[in-house]
């Protein structure tokens, strides 16, 4: 049964950081790809960045230079490291795996405050 459980997240002024972290189980997790997400309220889900099994990474244009998502293989954990935050990242982040298909944590929420 995979399994995906984001920490992290909290309440932070603009120009802090954060970092996230998404716990998988379940599948192997060494040859999957991940990503992270996240849903403000009102908005549709967008993706933040990506990473590929051999460790490629891309990043939507709103976050390049502040977020940056990295992978520990033997820990089977994804990170997102969020820097010089804004309010409008504000959301609530999902972790992502691609095994056979889209499977999704419960999410974690990120608040910036002005």
């Known amino acids: 049964q995979v399994q995906l459980v984001e920490s992290g997240g909290g309440l932070v002024q603009s120009g802090g950081s954060l970092r996230l972290s998404c716990a998988a189980s379940?599948?192997?997790?060494?040859?999957?790809?991940m990503g992270w997400y996240r849903q403000a309220p009102g908005k549709q889900r967008e993706r933040v960045a990506g990473?590929?099994?051999?460790?490629?990474?891309n990043y939507a244009d709103s976050v390049k230079g502040r977020f940056t998502i990295s992978r520990d293989n033997a820990k089977k954990t994804v990170y997102l490291q969020m820097n010089s935050l804004k309010p409008e990242d504000t959301a609530i982040y999902y972790c992502?795996?691609?095994?056979?298909?889209?499977?999704w944590g419960q999410g974690t929420q990120v608040t910036v405050s002005s």
């Open positions: 379940g599948f192997t997790f060494s040859i999957s790809n």
């Open positions: 990473i590929t099994s051999t460790g490629s990474t």
């Open positions: 992502n795996a691609q095994w056979r298909v889209a499977h």
